[in-house]
């Protein structure tokens, strides 16, 4: 299957920072790119969907100023956590997917992000 | 709003049998499912899929099912080994692009 790199796979950082996440395709070009949250023991929660050249399309409940996205070429997409609390710590899992919407997505390793 | 079910949380099978993971979904207009395997701090790895107009697709020792009328399908592994044990995830792709997951059953395969 298609490769689709996430970095950093952990992240410490300290209240009020902020942390970058980049998710690449390596091998594809993901017109469309998602990030997901994920909580212990429970399922991926989608944050937002980017597609590549414009805005990204926030879930219900996520803040767009604190979490930016930006999805600027066909193989870099990435998310931004902005003045990071405690209850920000979480496994950040980007997506990738290809012009065909019925298709396989494809997953990047995750970032577990802890904050101080 | 649970549009993709998962509703056993675990499941646990002995080597050698077969693993029958479930899944239920409550929209009609779905028509491409998915199925991800996850290991923890993990992101999930593709297994299978499966488009409505077909009702059963096979790769190796998996084999997913379909049944559009009862919105269900299933993922079977069989013989299941224990490199199989994991958390399963099953998805759909819903109408407006979003790949929208189940809630996990965590599958433990016992030699």
Known sequence: ??????????????????????????????????????????????????????KATYEQGVEKDKFLINHASLTLSTLTVTSAHPEDSSFYICSAAGRTLNTEAFFGQGTRLTVV | DQQVKQNSPSLSVQEGRISILNCDYTNSMFDYFLWYKKYPAEGPTFLISISSIKDKNEDGRFTVFLNKSAKHLSLHIVPSQPGDSAVYFCAAWNQGGKLIFGQGTELSVKP
């Open chain 1, 1 to 54: 299957g298609a490769v689709v790199s996430q970095h950093p796979s952990w992240v410490i950082c300290k209240s009020g920072t902020s942390v970058k996440i980049e998710c690449r395709s390596l091998d594809f070009q993901a017109t469309t790119m998602f990030w997901y949250r994920q909580f212990p023991k429970q399922s991926l929660m989608l944050m937002a969907t980017s597609n590549e050249g414009s």
